[in-house]
């Protein structure tokens, strides 16, 4: 069965200026998380570690907000969660309101081997860490200069940032054996009011995955697709309406932009290329090609292309 | 528009003794909640003052583990949460990880007019209890005899309690303009691991409302109607399948069961009487019929009565 990965840093609006400056960076980004995914489907892997592999990349690097470079929260302290879900199964494992596990997807990884779903806060946290053997760092190695300007800006103004510029990160895969995985991680909205469970911790909102139908990961205006149900609903348009990957995201973005929210998701279904679909001006994004090559794009219309090689690509 | 109501405090297996001993208190509770929630639709009040008006009494009964009588996790507290549903707009509200707010579908409703939809932990309480003027109670105020003994034993055993004797309590109702709303309200599992986040809390899980297809309130196992996305399942099989309420209910728990999952759930859609289903023997269950009258059940065959009066009048 022919393999399958994309990936998000999330969606949103970023500005041409910055989009000038920073698409080296970002596309680099991309290529690294998708090399790592790519990796362990290419050694037939399953899913389910692709996407780890692949989350945990965009984790690492500071220009997503999730592990190193989260924004801040009110308290000006990181504040991450993740959820990962395995499609043979629908087994799934979640944290929310994280503050020192260096890769919150690694903890909701090790939450799939527990009795619980969806664990939050810092007693759980401890002890994630203590049963699990996860690494942790100090706040200051997940806090960036730019996230504490970002901070002090949106604080003296009394606001929290725009939920549909969260750059959550997330991927999709499908292995060699057909099993689908999803994962999603994020540092929430900067400024937040601290304990907001946002909707990349849970199942059925920001992760699914069920090899009958679809693997979803979403990004974007997290307390609406929370309320929306978004990644359960992708799945059930995918197999009670028969439609395609495609239309079943396209139809969920349009419930939830009526419901006032912007955002993206990326799916991969049971055959056929992943789709990675946005109401939003942008959404960084990746996506691994049957023939084995890597692509990126940023900008909403913005062609595929491979990273840093302009956009003269469109994928295979 | 006919008005309906239903309510749940929680499936499971009751034992006969049990059964014997308490089903004056269990009768008696339901009825308390009924009355509540029927005063305010026969008062022409909006479906969502009627949930919380029935849960609010369900929360203030120690039989169910909601509010007062919410079970001891791990570090022997309670810690408590809840989630609320408006069909017409589809505006959530939902807290987890509470300590001390009297009445947690209290908190849930301040949520539905704040900024985030989920909030968890001490530090979101605090903030809840600020803003919102919400009474709060000391730790032995929640804590009855009974689940301290609960706690112990299991707490000897290593164990934690069974997910789908959880007694959690929830609500659904549709009001004369034919809005719907829904709410759920638990203490989660007695010596579960601090920082479990129930599915209770989840909009899409544990409660779901929209006036256009359904209110759906869940009990049982919350990790696995937390990852099978039960709430929002039912929801999507009534609109995209054009099945009946009862029908979805009964399909959502029959996949639910074969993910290991036990537990129950109260509908009711844009017409016609409340559905009330479960896979498990027991669920505590009442209804506001048609007439004005108030039957309740327990056991799962058990024919409707009014409470207290026996087996022998089945709703008009």
Request: charged share 20%.
């Amino acid at each position: 069965m022919s393999t399958a990965l994309a990936i998000h840093g999330g969606a949103g609006s970023i500005s041409a200026q910055r989009l000038e400056t920073m698409r080296e960076t970002y596309e680099s980004a991309l290529a690294t998380a998708l090399e790592a995914g790519k990796g362990v489907l290419h050694d037939g892997g399953p899913a389910l570690e692709a996407v780890v592999a692949a989350v945990c990349a965009l984790e690492d690097t500071p220009c997503f907000n999730a592990g190193r470079g989260s924004v801040l929260n009110a308290d000006g302290e990181p504040e991450m969660a993740a959820s990962i879900m395995v499609g043979a199964t629908l087994d799934a494992g979640a944290v929310a309101n994280l503050h020192r596990i260096e890769h919150p997807v690694l903890a909701a990884r090790a939450m799939l081997e527990q009795r619980h779903t969806l664990l939050s806060g810092s007693k759980a946290e401890d002890w994630l860490v203590d049963n699990d053997a996860l690494s942790t760092q100090a706040p200051e190695w997940f806090i960036t200069d730019e996230r504490c300007s970002q901070w002090e800006s949106l604080r003296a103004r009394g606001e929290v940032a725009l939920a549909h510029e969260s750059q959550t990160v997330g991927a999709v895969a499908r292995d060699n054996r057909g099993g689908l995985a999803a994962a999603t991680s994020t540092g929430g909205l900067a400024n937040q009011q601290p304990g907001r469970v946002p909707d990349t911790a849970v199942p059925g909102s920001g992760t699914w995955a069920d090899d009958r139908t679809i693997a979803v990961s979403t990004t974007g205006d997290g307390d609406v697709f929370l309320r929306h149900g978004f990644a359960r609903r992708v799945a059930d348009l995918v197999e009670l309406e028969a439609i395609s990957p495609q239309r079943a995201c396209d139809q969920a973005l349009s419930e939830l932009k009526k419901l006032g929210g912007k955002g993206g998701c990326l799916a991969v279904g049971s055959a056929g290329p992943p789709v990675l679909r946005m109401n939003t001006p942008s959404m960084f994004r990746g996506l691994l090609a049957e023939d084995g090559r890597l692509y990126v794009a940023i900008g909403k219309g913005e062609a595929w292309h491979a990273p840093g090689a302009g956009w003269a690509h469109p994928p295979g």
